[in-house]
């Protein structure tokens, strides 16, 4: 009969922390070396609040749910966040310029090499800043995490990308046509509404599966996921911008272009580094926004999430601004060369027992 195989080893067991180890304290100077970057160019590093009444408006996005008990025995739904973002936006409205945050988040049904249940992000924004600005932050950021980790180029499963080149800049679109031959703006008219039937039968073509039940986003993510992703950030970083407003559902339209918004990507070695939006500051558009989304995640999920009125009420008040969402323990997977997440968390979370 045979014995039962070994259960792997607990991230406490000292000869797995002492493989782990190196890749802590790159992260500690990786850590260490972006705060210094932001306190030079006169940032303020804020700390937010992990509750909040909604956890975020995005379809795809699964939260933690929990509730407040009050003295009384009262009992008030809150969610753990999934990003500060609602938060710094409010503080913005408050009056600072440049914030920077170090935030735990946290995001149900996401677990692998790339993905954790708790993980750390790094948001900072600009007030009266084009997020043209984040682009060279992006560039920055990415030399300075290989000089303090010592590495000359970032890498992820054999793939490598030189941090000290700048970025591609590559929009949605051209992306679209290189890797997939597929007119992307063909299939948005001139008010940013999507046309699934073109898309599918642009897909199609291309020699990708198309499903009956499939709508345009879902196409569209397809294509990202199966022809472009793979491609970028290879040799060097690639920003990849201007997301259709259809996908962008916290950015502001492009001046050039109704159908795109001021949205970008950044990637390395293959791997989503960070999202940036010029932000929308419009609160009624961006109620209408929040209410699409949730309605797809009741028709996909069977769940939705409260809209913050409170982050409508700042937002109505935030100045004009740009802001990024960089996963922090991505950057330093790269720049130190672990090949899963866990390897570069002090404590990973337990996994979920079967």
């Not at 290989?146 to 080149?165: H, I």
């Not at 591609?168 to 948005?188: K, N, Q, T």
């Not at 323990?329 to 996994?351: F, H, K, N, S, Y």
Request: charged share 25%; glycine share 6%.
């Amino acid at each position: 009969m045979d014995k039962p195989s070994a259960a792997p080893s607990s991230w406490w067991t000292p000869h797995v922390h002492a493989d782990r180890r190196p890749f802590l304290l790159g992260r500690n100077r990786i850590q260490a070396a972006l705060r210094g970057f932001f306190a030079e160019r006169d940032f303020v590093e804020v700390d937010t609040a992990t509750l909040q009444t909604s956890p975020g408006n995005e379809a795809h996005l699964h939260a933690f749910a929990t509730e407040a008990i009050g003295l009384d025995g009262s009992r008030t739904p809150l969610y753990l966040h999934t990003s500060p973002e609602f938060a710094c936006k409010k503080l913005l409205a408050a009056g600072e310029h440049r914030i920077a945050c170090f935030a735990h988040v946290y995001r149900n049904r996401e677990r692998g090499p790339l993905h954790h249940p708790e993980f750390t992000m790094l948001e900072w924004y600009r007030a009266g800043e084009s997020y043209e600005t984040l682009m060279k932050d992006c560039a920055e950021i990415l030399a300075l995490a290989a000089e303090t980790a010592g590495a000359r180029t970032l890498a992820f499963r054999g793939r490598e990308t030189d941090p000290f080149q700048l970025p591609e800049r590559l929009s949605v679109a051209e992306a679209f046509e290189r890797f997939a031959g597929i007119d992307l703006l063909a299939s948005i008219d001139g008010n940013g509404a999507t046309d699934r039937e073109h898309l599918a039968a642009s897909l199609k073509a291309a020699g990708l599966r198309v499903a009956e039940d499939d709508t345009w986003a879902d196409l569209f993510s397809r294509v990202i996921v199966e022809r472009v992703e793979p491609n970028l950030g290879l040799g060097r970083a690639t920003i990849l911008d201007e997301y259709p407003v259809a996908e962008a559902a916290l950015a502001r339209p492009t001046a050039r272009d109704p159908r795109v918004a001021e949205r970008f990507e950044l990637y390395a070695c293959g791997v989503e580094l960070a999202n940036a939006f010029g932000e929308l500051t419009d609160a009624a558009e961006q109620r209408r926004r929040f209410e699409a989304e949730m309605a797809e995640k009741m028709r996909v999920y069977g769940e939705s999430y409260p809209v913050d009125e409170d982050f409508l009420a700042a937002l109505a008040r935030m100045p004009e601004a740009s802001g990024i969402a960089l996963g922090f323990d991505r950057l330093v997977m790269l720049a130190t060369g672990a090949a899963r997440i866990e390897q570069v968390l002090w404590a990973p979370v337990p996994e979920a027992s079967r």
